[in-house]
């Protein structure tokens, strides 16, 4: 199956998504952005992505500790990055009535 282009920027979109409001795993995400928008096995995407097999692998089950440049490797194919962002808050001391 093939997406066109707006189908692949508007699921890009959705898993970016689910991800900044964390419903979505990091590892979730990426392999859903592997199977879903590239269709590529593990393996070439892997190697389009410049890292080993095995990291890949460890990314996507949400093992080991991967370094913020491998995380950006294989985000990099779907224009993302990994980054910070203010996540607002309520905390109830900071709650005045």
Known sequence: ???SVDDRAQ????IEREFAQGTLEIGEAVRRLRVEATG???SQFAKMCKIS???LVHIEHGQGN??????????RPFGLQMGV???RRIYPEMVTF
């Open 1 to 3: 199956m093939t997406l």
């Open 11 to 14: 699921l890009i979109e959705s």
């Open 66 to 75: 991967p370094t913020l440049k491998s995380l950006n490797a294989v985000f």
């Open 85 to 87: 962002m203010k996540v």
């Open 53 to 55: 097999v095995r990291t």
């Open 40 to 42: 590529l096995h593990q």
